[in-house]
């Protein structure tokens, strides 16, 4: 038998304490499996008088995690510290520097890092493994580098963050604000420290880019990532969408088109029967379509301390069998530049509310415009005015109205748009939503 695989661990937070949960729960298992001893040999964490609720006797302390990534001690390196450089990234170098194979739940390094540190990794014959960063405990990254490696992939889309997820299936269901339902996301311990990350798309474009790299086999770019939050969705768009059929999710997309791949994190409508449509709370799903599968879908927890750690834990288990890949699917130095398609030119259908001021005239201006710009519209709606007898402010004089377009082009709704704002007709910002096509 083999010698045991030494662990050193580095960030003892909700993942990290689930991880030393999980071996010691599972520690025969986990051994039978590996055909190895899986030991966790040290930790590295802030504060050592905290109790974390896990057995850590016999287990070495580190105050530095770069010490810890070069110790002599360890043969994989752990590193749940999270953040995008600092700390995180020199001690993962460090770790892979040494020939440590390394395990990472860290998104952010590996958004704005993973080509060099796959580079790196493939340099020393390290593993690096990184199932924990996307997803939370749905098994992707595996999916896609081995299990789909028979497929062209045309295009995948998820929802991939938790609490955005959570918030828009508690607006919907319990017909609350965006910044109630924000609230308790936080309470549950699902948004990040800083839930602009969360709620702005950026959380799900770091897990986007990293998935795009591994099906297109392109090199990670998520600057070039179209990204808008949910935080201007309001309850009636929730409201509209639902009568219209739809419902609201935060999707990540990467799609091969002709001018090259598009990269987009937006509010996206979804008919209310598709599959994604359905996958409501904190859960994630991935939906991949590629030429030989067809399309295939995995859903589960994507984010809460254990869920997170059975991912970790089996990356683990794959470096203590020797199972070795690189890590996005290909040698690092093979992947193609990204070839970013326009924004403006993605094609699909249209969701835009505006605020059509109540004068005569206005819906054959706003038609006109559309018509102007080749849009087709599906269906244009005035929702409810206010009873005559409220007050009205100035600003109440305008009309919420809701329009489907057939499928366009994104130049021509927002050239329409542009036009409409120009000519006066409408007050506020038209609201815009895209529609995918499932
Ligand atoms: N804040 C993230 C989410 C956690 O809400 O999904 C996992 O990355």
């Given at each position: 038998?083999?010698?045991?695989?030494?662990?050193?661990?580095?960030?003892?937070?909700?993942?990290?304490?689930?991880?030393?949960?999980?071996?010691?729960?599972?520690?025969?298992?986990?051994?039978?499996?590996?055909?190895?001893?899986?030991?966790?040999?040290?930790?590295?964490?802030?504060?050592?008088?905290?109790?974390?609720?896990?057995?850590?006797?016999?287990?070495?302390?580190?105050?530095?995690?770069?010490?810890?990534?070069?110790?002599?001690?360890?043969?994989?390196?752990?590193?749940?510290?999270?953040?995008?450089?600092?700390?995180?990234?020199?001690?993962?170098?460090?770790?892979?520097?040494?020939?440590?194979?390394?395990?990472?739940?860290?998104?952010?390094?590996?958004?704005?890092?993973?080509?060099?540190?796959?580079?790196?990794?493939?340099?020393?014959?390290?593993?690096?493994?990184?199932?924990?960063?996307?997803?939370?405990?749905?098994?992707?990254?595996?999916?896609?580098?081995?299990?789909?490696?028979?497929?062209?992939?045309?295009?995948?889309?998820?929802?991939?963050?938790?609490?955005?997820?959570?918030?828009?299936?508690?607006?919907?269901?319990?017909?609350?604000?965006?910044?109630?339902?924000?609230?308790?996301?936080?309470?549950?311990?699902?948004?990040?420290?800083?839930?602009?990350?969360?709620?702005?798309?950026?959380?799900?474009?770091?897990?986007?880019?990293?998935?795009?790299?591994?099906?297109?086999?392109?090199?990670?770019?998520?600057?070039?990532?179209?990204?808008?939050?949910?935080?201007?969705?309001?309850?009636?768009?929730?409201?509209?969408?639902?009568?219209?059929?739809?419902?609201?999710?935060?999707?990540?997309?990467?799609?091969?088109?002709?001018?090259?791949?598009?990269?987009?994190?937006?509010?996206?409508?979804?008919?209310?029967?598709?599959?994604?449509?359905?996958?409501?709370?904190?859960?994630?799903?991935?939906?991949?379509?590629?030429?030989?599968?067809?399309?295939?879908?995995?859903?589960?927890?994507?984010?809460?301390?254990?869920?997170?750690?059975?991912?970790?834990?089996?990356?683990?288990?794959?470096?203590?069998?020797?199972?070795?890949?690189?890590?996005?699917?290909?040698?690092?130095?093979?992947?193609?530049?990204?070839?970013?398609?326009?924004?403006?030119?993605?094609?699909?259908?249209?969701?835009l509310r505006l605020m059509v001021?109540?004068?005569?005239?206005?819906?054959?201006?706003i038609?006109?415009?559309?018509?102007?710009?080749?849009?087709?519209?599906?269906?244009?709606?005035?929702?409810?005015?206010?009873?005559?007898?409220?007050?009205?402010?100035?600003?109440?004089?305008?009309?919420a109205v809701t329009i489907?377009?057939?499928?366009?082009?994104?130049?021509?709704?927002?050239?329409?748009?542009?036009?409409i704002?120009?000519?006066?007709q409408i007050?506020?910002?038209p609201n815009?939503?895209?529609?995918?096509?499932?």
């Amino acid at each position: 038998m083999e010698g045991p695989l030494r662990l050193g661990i580095a960030g003892l937070g909700t993942v990290g304490a689930s991880v030393v949960q999980i071996l010691r729960r599972h520690e025969n298992d986990l051994s039978a499996q590996a055909g190895r001893a899986i030991k966790l040999a040290a930790v590295c964490a802030r504060d050592r008088s905290r109790d974390r609720g896990v057995p850590l006797d016999g287990v070495a302390w580190f105050d530095d995690p770069v010490a810890l990534a070069k110790s002599d001690d360890i043969d994989v390196f752990v590193e749940l510290i999270g953040g995008e450089d600092g700390v995180a990234l020199e001690s993962v170098r460090a770790a892979l520097d040494s020939g440590h194979g390394v395990v990472t739940a860290n998104k952010a390094l590996l958004a704005s890092h993973g080509v060099d540190l796959a580079l790196i990794a493939e340099a020393h014959d390290a593993p690096l493994a990184f199932e924990a960063a996307v997803g939370g405990g749905i098994p992707i990254i595996k999916a896609l580098r081995e299990a789909l490696a028979g497929n062209h992939i045309t295009r995948l889309f998820g929802i991939l963050n938790g609490t955005c997820n959570y918030i828009l299936t508690r607006m919907e269901e319990d017909g609350l604000t965006f910044g109630e339902c924000l609230e308790d996301a936080q309470r549950l311990g699902y948004a990040e420290a800083d839930p602009t990350f969360d709620v702005e798309g950026l959380d799900t474009a770091h897990k986007l880019a990293i998935l795009t790299s591994i099906a297109f086999g392109t090199r990670i770019d998520k600057d070039a990532i179209f990204v808008e939050g949910i935080s201007a969705i309001e309850p009636e768009d929730i409201a509209a969408a639902d009568e219209l059929g739809y419902r609201i999710k935060l999707l990540g997309v990467a799609q091969q088109t002709e001018s090259g791949i598009e990269q987009r994190v937006h509010p996206t409508m979804v008919p209310r029967d598709s599959t994604i449509a359905r996958v409501s709370g904190v859960t994630n799903a991935v939906a991949v379509e590629g030429d030989s599968i067809g399309s295939v879908m995995l859903s589960g927890p994507g984010a809460g301390g254990s869920a997170t750690a059975s991912a970790v834990v089996g990356d683990i288990l794959d470096i203590a069998r020797g199972i070795k890949v690189p890590p996005l699917g290909r040698p690092a130095a093979s992947l193609e530049p990204y070839r970013r398609a326009k924004m403006r030119a993605h094609e699909g259908g249209y969701y835009l509310r505006l605020m059509v001021r109540d004068r005569p005239g206005a819906f054959a201006a706003i038609a006109r415009c559309m018509a102007d710009a080749e849009i087709s519209l599906e269906s244009i709606v005035q929702r409810n005015r206010p009873p005559k007898s409220a007050p009205r402010s100035h600003d109440d004089e305008a009309q919420a109205v809701t329009i489907i377009t057939y499928e366009t082009t994104e130049a021509a709704v927002r050239s329409a748009l542009e036009r409409i704002e120009s000519e006066g007709q409408i007050s506020g910002k038209p609201n815009l939503i895209r529609i995918e096509r499932l």
